[in-house]
């Protein structure tokens, strides 16, 4: 094969945000990327194809293209680039992860035709030795440094819900298994109770119920069994009304909780002066440490007006009973891909 030498030729415009610091603005700024050959310009298309039409060369500042970087993505033998990588950018969910030097995404998930899922990762090559080369790949080219497949999965149903312009997927493998694939990059199986029905958000959380509304909080591995005190013969309760029972504050405020322990006499819950909710966590002390810090700044109000703090023992108490009220269940699972 041919060797041409691979040039990105660039012209960067930048804005001043409000505090004066200069942002790219991205529609104003061009790259062209493509081979050189007798001092003619052939446009990059996909891997190992260009333009047949040449072009004068473009009066742009310009970088050569280290070699590694063009055999991984643009031009060479990776055996890795296959046509489900060339055809991906036009019908992909991509997955949102934080690099330490830029902006990276972990998997790439290709949803072919509802019916076939791929999940693909990057390749070793991670770091570019220039910000603008860097730059193109981020904005441009993203896509094809997910060249090595990981999974094919032919999964019986796909549920796909966005959030803040992020992705979240769960895919139903088969029987009552269940693979779901957040923006982070933490992927795991999981076996549900009964069919999966619904999948969504509700209040910045990631939901699923199942045919007989049982509530699953996907992110904390968690669901709430409809066989319990609180959720008997609902079977039609609403994804809202599932969703308050998870919520401490729904609890307190039910007429039915007088009979429960430790319940009955609680009005309200406050966090310093403002009225607070309680959310369930999978590890409560930490979940304490971390959120209220001050040991005085968490309170009760009784119904009868009088204050009681909630010191870590009797927070920790209190969320235990309304953990066994509500009919909290940890789901059997398997962290998957989380690399």
């Not at 590890?283 to 971390?290: A, I, V």
């Not at 009681?308 to 023992?313: F, P, R």
């Not at 009973?321 to 909290?328: K, L, S, T």
Request: charged fraction near 30%; hydrophobic fraction near 35%.
């Amino acid at each position: 094969m041919n060797k041409y030498n691979i040039i990105l030729f660039y012209k960067i415009e930048y804005d001043l945000d409000e505090f004066y610091y200069r942002r790219i603005n991205n529609d104003k700024s061009i790259f062209k990327l493509g081979k050189v050959k007798d001092n003619k310009f052939y446009e990059w298309i996909s891997y190992n194809k260009f333009k047949k039409t040449p072009e004068k060369l473009p009066e742009l500042e310009e970088i050569k293209i280290p070699h590694k970087i063009v055999n991984a993505y643009l031009y060479g033998n990776n055996k890795n680039i296959t046509n489900e990588v060339q055809e991906i950018k036009n019908n992909l969910y991509e997955m949102v992860n934080v690099g330490k030097k830029f902006r990276i995404y972990k998997y790439l998930i290709s949803i072919r035709n509802d019916k076939k899922v791929i999940i693909f990762k990057k390749d070793k090559i991670k770091n570019f030795e220039n910000n603008i080369i860097a730059l193109y790949f981020f904005r441009d080219l993203n896509y094809l440094q997910y060249n090595i497949k990981i999974k094919t999965y032919l999964p019986k149903k796909i549920f796909i819900t966005k959030y803040n312009n992020r992705f979240y997927v769960l895919l139903h493998i088969s029987d009552n298994k269940y693979l779901y694939i957040c923006y982070n990059g933490q992927c795991y199986k999981f076996i549900s109770y009964t069919l999966i029905t619904k999948f969504g958000v509700i209040d910045e959380m990631i939901y699923a119920i199942d045919n007989l509304n049982n509530f699953y909080d996907i992110d904390h591995v968690n669901f709430i069994h409809r066989f319990n005190i609180m959720t008997k013969n609902n079977i039609n309760m609403s994804t809202k009304k599932l969703y308050e029972l998870y919520k401490f504050k729904h609890i307190i405020h039910s007429n039915k909780n007088s009979f429960i322990k430790n319940f009955q006499n609680i009005d309200k819950v406050y966090l310093y002066e403002i009225e607070h909710t309680l959310y369930l966590d999978l590890d409560l002390d930490r979940h304490f440490n971390t959120y209220y810090p001050d040991k005085k700044s968490l309170f009760i109000v009784k119904k009868d007006g009088s204050k009681e703090i909630l010191n870590k023992k009797k927070y920790m108490k209190l969320m235990k009973d309304y953990e066994d009220v509500v009919g909290i269940h940890k789901l059997k699972y398997k962290r998957i891909y989380n690399k």
